[in-house]
């Protein structure tokens, strides 16, 4: 992948065409936009784009989200089924698949862990699948899931199964030891002011990453990048801790 070093490029919202969305309008023939055309504001059907490239954003981390937002309200209006009533059938199956390209969009990168993981993936990355659902499913099917344990948290983690495990067991007897419950409680909420401080050490990283965006440097992105995976599979395992002390709390 080459990046081109651009001094003007801003990772401002605009709509006007981005390159890889750019062909003829089928109504005038003119440049169109990934969803209006700009010289008849014909609704276009759908073209294969990412997210950034929909709402014409270059792949940029830091994000004007008031601005997104402003930018989501006006295209849904626009692209609103209902508003196209006047256009033809073709038309109006347009809107609607252009409706929710728009929400799945707006969705994905008005949320900084989305965006993130978007972006890793838009750059070939398969994040690990650690979701509640994947997780469920490999319960329900009885595989064990495996994950890796993050080489920082090695000595709490072991030491907190420990005490999860010492917790069934006593509960299996009916028996209660305070001591051990404020333990745990003290181990959760370490680990959920570590998951909080995440936000913050991966906002440096999107600072790194938009400024070699324009310089071009290709070994200090996949560093970042690499970074970047390191620290949502970190954030990904903290989750899934939290929420196996949450389920031994709660039983
Ligand atoms: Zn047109």
């Known amino acids: 992948m080459c990046f081109m ?8 919202v605009s709509l006007i065409a981005p390159q890889d969305a750019g062909s003829a309008c089928w109504s005038c023939g003119e440049m169109r936009a990934a969803h209006f055309c700009n010289a008849c504001g014909k609704v276009q059907p759908p073209v294969p784009v990412d997210y950034f490239t929909f ?4 792949r940029k981390l830091n994000l004007d989200t008031a601005l997104l937002e402003r930018e989501f309200y006006e295209l849904s209006r626009k692209l609103h089924p209902d508003l196209n009533a006047r256009a033809n059938q073709q038309e109006q199956q347009w809107s609607l698949e252009q409706s929710s390209l728009l929400n799945d969009a707006y969705r994905t990168l008005k949320d900084p862990i989305k965006r993130t993981e978007y972006l890793l993936h838009l750059e070939g990355v398969e994040l690990e699948e650690q979701s509640k659902a994947a997780t ?3 319960r329900a099917s009885g595989e064990i899931k495996k994950q890796v344990v993050p080489p920082d948290l090695l000595e ?3 030491e907190l199964n420990m005490q999860l495990e010492e917790l069934r067991a006593q509960k299996k007897l009916g028996e209660d030891d305070p001591a051990l419950l404020e333990e745990i409680g ?3 909420l370490e680990l959920e002011s570590k998951f909080e401080s995440l936000l913050e050490e991966l906002k440096k990283y999107w600072n790194e990453w938009d400024r070699l965006i324009d310089s071009g440097s290709e070994e200090g992105l996949r560093k970042v990048r690499d970074q970047m995976v390191d620290l949502l599979n970190r954030r990904s395992y903290i989750r899934n801790l939290v929420r196996d002390v949450n389920e031994v709390l709660e039983n």
Do not use: I, P, T, Y
């Open 156 to 158: 709490e983690v072991f």
């Open 136 to 138: 469920e499913k490999a």
């Open 186 to 188: 003290k181990q959760k």
């Open 55 to 58: 709402f014409g954003l270059s």
């Open 5 to 12: 070093a651009d001094s003007n490029s801003k990772s401002g």
